[in-house]
């Protein structure tokens, strides 16, 4: 089946701790993205990928890395920095100008 | 800064309504504008438009593009419990990336 995932589905994350939600996609899509949606508001960009070893920092990067060693992968990591991490974390990924095509979301809840 | 807005914000109606959704945008170096459909988790594509005045039709919905005007509507006819969900607009833009700008989306809520 061909598609993107998402890991894991719920993540809790305690004061100070770093935390790592996975992407993956075998759409052999070029480009891959990292949206925040917080309740009444549109998604915004956090980090995106063109193409592999490279990503650029979207609208609202601070407090996140991201890595892209693979064409498949592009996880994201929640830093201890970013102070209201609490949200619903969608991935995506597309062909180089192409429409982009979401993963099922990982909801991230701060203890 | 580019800019997508939505209205409605939210619209209730009764089944078998016909609705229009509105998406008015500014962005710089404007390519495509994307509607999709969010019900519980993943926004799902629905459509792609790229060329003024020409409609794009799947089922019982609809979109067109004025590129004059900057926007965009959404319709959808004899409208079933199946279509409350948010739908969301987006504009991609800017210079040699495939950025996508959203709006705030409007939540649709279908009364059976």
């Known amino acids: 089946d061909g598609g993107i995932t998402q890991s894991p589905k719920y993540l809790f994350r305690k004061e100070g701790q770093n935390v790592t939600l996975s992407c993956e996609q075998n759409l052999n899509h070029d480009a891959m993205y990292w949206y925040r949606q917080d309740p009444g508001q549109g998604l915004r960009l956090i980090y995106y990928?063109?193409?592999?070893?490279?990503?650029q920092k979207g609208d609202i990067a601070e407090g996140y890395s991201v890595s892209r060693e693979k064409k498949e992968s592009f996880p994201l990591t929640v830093t201890s920095a970013q102070k209201n991490p609490t949200a619903f974390y969608l991935c995506?990924?597309?062909?180089?100008?192409?429409?982009?095509?979401f993963g099922p979301g990982t909801r991230l809840l701060v203890l | 800064e580019d800019k997508v807005v939505q209205s409605p914000l939210s619209l209730v109606v009764h089944e078998g309504d016909t609705v229009t959704l509105n998406c008015s945008y500014e962005v710089t170096n404007f390519r495509s504008l994307l509607w999709y459909k969010q019900e519980k988790k993943a926004p799902t594509f629905l459509f792609m438009l790229t060329s003024s005045g020409i409609e794009k039709k799947s089922g019982r919905l609809s979109s067109i593009l004025d590129k004059k005007e900057l926007f965009s509507i959404l319709n959808i006819t004899a409208t079933q419990t199946g279509d409350s969900a948010v739908y969301l607009c987006?504009?991609?833009?800017?210079?040699?990336?495939?950025?996508?700008?959203f709006g705030t989306g409007t939540r649709l809520t279908i009364i059976p």
């Open positions: 987006a504009v991609g833009g800017g210079f040699g990336n495939e950025k996508l700008t």
């Open positions: 995506a990924s597309s062909i180089r100008a192409g429409t982009q095509y």
């Open positions: 990928s063109q193409i592999v070893n490279d990503f």
